[in-house]
C-alpha cells in the first residue's frame, strides 16, 4: 500500500468519526472498517490487508465486487439517460422489469420497484391491506424485514423493540426452526406440522377477518439462515388460501441465487401472492428493490390507484445495473455454482469443521448461504452470545477472522458465510481454512468457562 493510500484511508476514517451518523449503533462506540479497494471476492482495508468478503458485504454482492459488465452497463446508462421521473416509461426499466419477471415464481409478472428491501416490504404490506380491506398482519420472530416503520414492525428480532410502539397492527408467531425448536420437535416433519399447527391456531385466535397477510422470507436469513422443513411453506400457502390472507414472501436475501435457485421460493414449489426483492438482484451495486405481484392484488389496483409511489423508482442506473447482472448470471451459470458450491464445499466443508470444533452446534444452509450455530454446551445447546447482542467470545472470533484475512458476518452466537456466488473454489476453500483457525479462540474461551 502506498503512503497516499494510507493517508486517505486515515482521512476517510477520521472523516467518517467526524461526520457520518452509523446505522443501529451506539455512535461513540464503533470503529468502523475502511475499505479502499475491492475486486471479485475480495477487500481491502485501510492498512492494505485483502480480506475474503465473504459477507458479501450485507449479503448482496452475490456476483463479487467490480464485475465488468456490470460496471459497464452503469456506466453506458449514466451516459445514455441518467434519470427519469418513475412516470416515465424507458426501455432499461422495462427491460429489469421483463427479465426479473421471467424468474420470478409463475404468475409474479408484474413489478413495482423500491429503492431497497424495506421499502419493498412497506409497499407490499401496503398493498395486501388495501386488497384485503383487513388491518393486521401476521410475521415470524425469528425474521428480519427492514428499518423502516412497518418494515421494522413486521420483523421479527430485537432491533424492533425500540421501535415497537404496539400501533403497527403486526402480530408474531414461531417459524420452524428445528435446532432451537419452539415445539419440542425431533425430527424436520414433526417441526413442519407443529409449526402449522401454531400459525394455525394464531389465525384462528387473531380472526382470519382481521388479517391481511403473512410476511415471511422464504429462507430466513439474519436470524440465522433457517432452511424451512419440506411442506412448511406449502403449509403456509393452503392457510392463506384458505382465511383469504395475502402470502407475502420476502426473498430480499435469498433472492437471485443465494440459496443456490434464483429464489429460495423454488426449493418448496410454492407460488405466493407478493414476492419482495432487493439486495442480489443487481449485487447492490445501485440501490434497488421491489414488489413482485401476481395477477388478483394487481387486478385490485387497475381501476382504483394504486396509492404509493417513490421518486426513485426504476430509476434507470438500478435498474441497468439490475438488467446486466441477470444476464450475467444466466450467461456464467451464476446460480448453479451456486448450487454447487453449497454442496460440494461449503456445506460438506462447514459440517467437517463441525465435527473437529467443540463449540459449533449446529450447521445449516444451501447454495451460498451459510450459518455456524456457536455454543458453550452442545447437550443444551447454550448460545454463546445473547439473541440481538454480542459476547467477548464472539468479537474475539470476529478479530481472529479479520486476522487471519477473512470477513464473515457475525451475528449474536452465529457465524455468516456468505460469499459472492462466482468465488472461485480456491478462496472459498481458503476462507473456510481461515475460519478452522479462529475457531479455536471460541473453542477454548468455552473450554475455559
Ligand atoms: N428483508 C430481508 C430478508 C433482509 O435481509 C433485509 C436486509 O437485510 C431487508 C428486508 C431490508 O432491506 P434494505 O436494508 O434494503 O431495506
Redesign the pocket.
Known sequence: MTDAARTDAARAYALDRKHVFHSWSAQEHIDPMVITRAEGPSVWDGEGNRLLDFSSQ?VFTNLGHRHPRVVAAIQEQADALCTVAPAHANSTRSEAARLIAEHTPEGLDRVFFTN???DA?EHAVRMARLHTGRPKVLSAYRS????TDT?INITGDPRRWANDHGGAGVVHFFGPFRYRSAFHATTEAEESERALAHLEQTIELEGPSTLAAIVL?TVP??AGILPPPPGYLAGVRELCDRHGLVFIA?E??AGFGRTGRWFGLDHYGVVPDLMTF?KGVNSGYVPL?GVALGEPVHRTFADRPYPGGLTYSGHPLACAAAVATIEAMREEAVVENADRLGREILGPGLRELAERHPSVGDVRGLGAFWALDLVSDRERRTPVAPNGGSSPVMSALGAACKRGGLLPLTSSNRVHLTPPLNIPDEDAREGLRILDKALETVDAAVRSR
Open positions: 450485507l431497497g428491501g424495506a416490504n428480519y424485514h427492514g428499518g418494515a422470507e436469513g439474519t420476502d430480499v436475501m432487493a428493490g
